[in-house]
């Protein structure tokens, strides 16, 4: 394949589950009538960001993989003809949920699943009360786009993540997002914030060349409990190439959807002109597991 159209989908969403789906479904839908292949959504898109407060009530948001959600979206990837990146709450057992992107091949059957790997721990973002960290490991979808590196959020930080795709064969690193402005920020760190996480993964673009794409939601989210004036998703979903240059950005705070169009053909050439898998000093790099070197 020497072009593939990507379709992103930015959405502030409410707490009416139906209503979030059917938008999201009639925007697949017109991705699709402009010549997207393959289209990805936000995290945890069929809700509110219900990671604000710990609360076990929440975990009846939850769904079975598969089950009738993914009866839902399978159609939807094979009505419309795209490959589909969701991203789910999963309830694997009593007392045993995930964060689970799941991958639709175009004639609607689950391509792959991943499970996030990095659970983060923050006020607003208390993900370990509701998460259980992955046990997939890091391991690419096979589609019929191509090889996907499906991580999802907080993983995006880390290097490790993107390289181990990358070395069992990625051709692109997507990340669905759910990430915003605690308002007690000033301006100025809210901003350095958001240019930190465009510019870790325009880094992992560069460091595997490979082209990433990362969306996020827009939108204000209230804090349930009131101790916090919630959070303002910062959106800015990007397709970033892979020497890190940007093919698309979203605004902050628009909900927004958008055909990027990406040369895997240059792709490929950049890892030629740049072969970084080529040089790396895996003789040397013994330490990496271990979590801090005295």
Not at 110 to 132: C, L, N, Q, S, V
Not at 172 to 192: N, V
Not at 242 to 267: H, N, S, Y
């Amino acid at each position: 394949m020497k072009t593939l159209k990507i379709g992103i989908i930015q959405q502030a969403n409410s707490a009416n589950i139906a209503d979030n789906r059917s938008r999201l479904i009639a925007k697949v839908k017109n991705l699709a009538s402009r010549g997207a292949e393959l289209v990805v959504l936000q995290e945890l898109h069929d809700s509110l960001y219900f990671c604000q407060t710990e609360d076990t009530a929440k975990f009846d948001l939850a769904v079975k993989i598969p089950g009738e959600v993914t009866d839902i979206y399978g159609e939807v990837a094979r009505e419309y003809g795209v490959v589909l990146v969701t991203s789910l709450f999963e309830k694997r057992a009593a007392g045993l949920y995930h964060n689970t992107a799941v991958v639709f091949e175009k004639d609607g059957s689950i391509a792959g699943k991943y499970r996030k790997m990095h659970i983060p721990d923050d006020p607003a973002y208390y993900e370990k009360f509701y998460f259980t960290p992955g046990d997939l490991g890091f391991s690419p979808i096979h589609t019929s786009v191509g090889t996907l590196g499906v991580l999802v959020c907080w993983d995006q930080w880390y290097p490790e993540a993107a390289r181990l795709m990358a070395l069992k064969g990625a051709e692109i690193l997507i990340y669905p997002t759910a990430i915003g402005y605690e308002s007690s920020d000033t301006q100025e760190e809210q901003e350095r914030q958001r240019n930190a996480w465009i510019t870790v993964q325009r880094g992992h673009a560069v460091a595997n060349g490979l082209p990433v794409v990362a969306v996020n939601r827009t939108g204000h989210e209230t804090d349930p409990s009131g101790q916090t004036n919630g959070i303002s998703f910062w959106g800015s979903s990007f397709v970033a190439g892979p020497q890190g240059e940007f093919l698309f950005q979203a605004p902050k705070d628009e909900e927004t959807e958008a055909i990027v169009e990406i040369d895997m053909a240059r792709c490929e050439n950049v890892r030629r002109w740049w072969p970084f898998l080529r040089d790396r000093r895996i003789d040397f790099y013994g330490d990496l597991p271990r979590r801090f070197i005295d």
